[in-house]
């Protein structure tokens, strides 16, 4: 029934379809919309209904999750820590970024080999390197020791100190990708002008590089902030469990305490905030072409 | 002695085995303008990066007012240019653009605001301050980049092809704005172009390169008329060349044999007289005459006639020798010589040994 009636407005449409340019082509987009529908508003839905109806109808959930200072502590870790990921992949990854468009391109297409395959290999057995890496009698601890950088091992894992730096490193090809792809496309003449210009190397990188580069860090960061918001397995095995962020308290929730009102507002409460910073991203940078020029 | 303003002194750039400058000395006045003319891969740009610092030389040295300034790294040299491609900052406003090198430079915003509306009036650009360089054609873009390089008083302007990119009358209507600033401004310009025409229109002397060394220096006319190599000769105007032989010389002038049996002596040599040796006749076209007689001293060349091409003031004439070369000659419209004839007529070809040329 509502694919007959989908066929008919598309149908109504048809005649007008020069005028109304947003809906030209719609009839052949008609099956991905309806797995749109399908697959993604009616669970979205489903999820909203069920935070207001479950365990019985009304705003309880989300008084409940804004007014505990438990579950506003998960709200906040999740941010603090999605906010350091996101400014250490930036920090890295500009350079990285930039070091891939100057170099030759044989180098170019070894290092991007290295990025993908990274991405490539299981996401467990990459945080379960980070733990071998970052605990007590890790390598890292080791190595400080030895040099007698300090004297008693560092807590950097079980703690946000190894989420933060696990989740950075997995986040890392994000932002360089969307970044080399921004930078490529800078006119490197352009910074021989700032040179000429007077400007320091200092200089042409803030006044002229950054700001080229502005819309392929704000989509890079924007990706990795929201996937961080989201994110269970490392800071599931790289988090100690005095520290959690939201989507393990959404499984644990769920799972654990089988409370899916509540599970299901924490899920509504982190989409809302996606959307909501996706909105500012393009209110920013529009449809804008992405690039230097 | 004085020292000269600007000195290249002996400058070389290898790139590997590849040689891409080769010894080039020059010595530029304070307010030339000053062109690098030549084909691409001659070596010119490269000069050029190497002034502006974007190369460092294998070897030589450039002096500004007799200092060295390969030791200055290029954000210090306090030197303007202006890019082949449109190098204005896309983010930022055409008063930002042009503001740019006076704020990485400290001056209080009265004196950057009062110099930016100088310079815009300079490129004749005013009102357009607020305007984004992806909303200007490719000719206010290049003003904008004139103005910005020229901002900071900058002793030497470099230019870069800066026209390349843009359709030809625009490109002779900056020429000429360019002719204008730089009486305004009294800025020491150095211009690399591949044509022959800016090179002419623009220049007060004309640095001709060829395969990385500079083979003459010299104003249009210099170069016109007395050529110093055969690649200059065609580079600058349009020119004609035959083959002939040394049949005498005296070290400055050669008696000279076209074809089978006319001899032209006291043509003026260019380069090292062998025995027996070949050599290449430089005629240009608007010093050809033709004539329907062989005239009484025989100093006609028969030639027939292939083409006749009237083009408004000029009539171009194509013939062909009868050893198979063409020469075309530019007569003016109405002379009397080629009334009558067409495709296939033989007529003589006259000209003054004297200012023709011939290279070895």
Known sequence: ?293 | MTTPFLEIRGIRKEYGPVVAVHDVNLEVDRGELITFLGPSGSGKSTTLYILAGFEEPTRGDILLDGETLLATPSHRRNIGMVFQRYTLFPHLSVGENIAFPLRVRRWSKADIDARVRRMLELVRLNGYEDRKPAMMSGGQQQRVALARALAYDPPILLMDEPLSALDKKLREEIQHEIRRIHHETEVTILYVTHDQDEALRLSDRIAVFSQGCIDQVGTGPQLYAEPATRFVAEFIGDSDFLSCDLVGSNGTTADIRLGDDLVVSGVPLHGRPGERARGALLLRPERMDLSRQAGPDKTGLPVQISDITFLGSNIHVAAATGWGETVSVRLPFGHQSISGLSRGDTVWLRFDPGAAHVFT
């Open chain 1, 1 to 293: 029934m509502s694919s007959h009636a989908v066929h008919s407005i598309t149908a109504a449409k048809l005649p007008r379809r020069r005028k109304a340019g947003g809906l030209r082509g719609f009839g052949g987009a008609m099956p991905a919309t309806f797995l749109v529908i399908l697959f993604f508003v009616v669970p979205v839905l489903a999820l909203l209904l069920r935070s207001v109806l479950e365990p019985a109808p009304g705003l309880q959930n989300y008084e409940t999750l804004l007014g505990s200072t438990t579950y506003l502590k998960v709200f906040a870790n999740t941010f603090i820590v999605s906010t350091l990921v996101t400014i250490c992949a930036l920090v890295i990854g500009f350079p990285v970024a930039w070091a891939l468009v100057i170099m030759p391109s044989t180098l170019t297409r070894i290092v991007f080999a290295i990025l993908l395959l990274s991405m490539w290999t299981n996401l467990l057995a990459r945080t379960y390197a980070w733990m071998v890496l970052l605990q007590r009698t890790g390598i890292i601890n080791k190595t400080l020791m030895q040099l007698g950088v300090i004297d008693q091992p560092l807590a950097l894992v079980n703690n946000l100190t190894g989420v933060t730096i696990g989740m950075t490193y997995i986040m890392l090809p994000f932002v360089i990708l969307p970044l080399y792809g921004v930078i490529r496309t800078i006119d490197r003449a352009v910074l021989r002008a700032a040179a000429l210009c007077g400007a320091t190397r200092w200089q042409a990188l803030t006044r002229v590089l950054l700001p080229l580069a502005a819309p392929g860090m704000a989509a890079g960061g924007l990706m990795v902030f929201v996937m961080s918001l989201g994110y269970f397995v490392t800071p599931a095995l790289l988090g100690g469990t005095s520290n959690m962020m939201l989507a393990e308290l959404i499984a644990q929730l769920v799972q654990s305490l089988v409370d899916w009102g509540l599970g299901s507002a924490a899920a509504f409460l982190l989409l809302v905030v996606t959307l909501a910073l996706y909105a500012v991203q393009l209110k920013i940078f529009g449809t804008r072409q992405m690039g230097g020029r």
